[in-house]
């Protein structure tokens, strides 16, 4: 059975960025880490609250989000 990861946005946490559930760890963040050549090992070392599932959710958040962006009204 695969993992559910949860994204949120809590009012006052980390700007209202979107974050783990029950972290405060923004995808932002993890997506910033990706982008300057981190791997999911070393993310995963550095924040051993996040597991490969909570990256992989970073990776779908951002194609969601560009796909709405770049999709007409």
Known sequence: MSEVTTIEVRSGVRSDKP?????RITVYDVLEYLAAGMTVDQIIADFPELTEANV???LKFAADRE??????A
């Open 19 to 23: 974050v783990f559930a029950g972290t």
């Open 67 to 72: 796909r709405r962006l770049s999709t007409p």
């Open 56 to 58: 992989r959710a970073a």
